[in-house]
């Protein structure tokens, strides 16, 4: 268990000292184009990065099946119950979607990877695709308060997903240099988000931390119920099982600050929610993991 929670510490590290970054730059009174940076990000960074890591990561098309029928059960269930207990607590229902949408890349991939191997990363790989899915979809639909088909249909994140599964489906080999591109492209839109995640953290006020941590609780707490609560009714075993708990219960992910910024919704409060269930999971994703391995 100790040698587990060395390794979460390891890969939630880096995260928390980028992080760290923003916060100190903002507390200097430094000029920061926040506009600038999440247009970047959500525009250019990340679709590279998708569609590069879609394309070229030794994902068999046949683990998408039950583990994409997860990944949407997961949301459908969990996005009820978040919405349900913003509304009675009297707070934006659009936040529902920071709390159920998860960092399930650049955190649950290398978790899932180390936890099963291969299969669980290829396993990781569909849950994070769907998800992108949902979350460009749906999931900024909601944080715009409108659905607007044209700008779902001109996403550059769902653009570079489709386009990445035909790629794959079709068999096509990228030039290098385009490779190249894509990984510098990509390589810098975690970084951003991070060091954006801190600028918006330096503003963050004291009073606001004690609901934070409450909701921090309760969201990592009804996480935990539905991701075993979903593969344990679709009879999920071994590395499919791991991966779709793993996956639902992994911190709240940057890319609902960036969308929170971007339409106008309380980036403070997701900012906190970030940060907090981030630091909370040095605590209980060892303990989650050690339950999956053992069972």
Known sequence: MLALASQI????????????IGLV???????????????LVINVSMPALLFHTLVLIETPVTSLGKIAVATVAV????APLAIGLLLKAGSDWRLSVAHVVG??????????????????????MTFFAVQCLLLFTIGE????????????IRSPILISIVLAFFARSLEVNLPVFAQETLVLLGQIAIPLMLITLGVSLGSMRAASLPSTVVWSVVRTGVAICVGFGVAHVLALEGAARGVVVIETVVPVAVFNFLLAVKHSRDSETVAGLVLVTHLGAI????????????T
């Open 103 to 124: 960092n399930t890349g650049n955190l649950g991939l290398p978790v899932c990877y180390f936890a099963f191997g291969d299969t669980g990363l290829a396993y990781a």
């Open 141 to 152: 639909a909601v944080y715009a308060g409108r659905i607007n088909l044209t700008r779902v």
């Open 9 to 20: 510490i390891g890969i939630l590290a880096p995260g928390f000292f980028l992080a760290m």
């Open 25 to 39: 730059w903002q507390r200097r009174g430094l000029a920061f184009p926040l506009d600038f940076v999440t247009s």
């Open 75 to 78: 949301h459908v269930v969990f």
């Open 283 to 294: 605590v209980y994703l060892p303990i989650v993991l050690g339950i999956l391995l053992a």
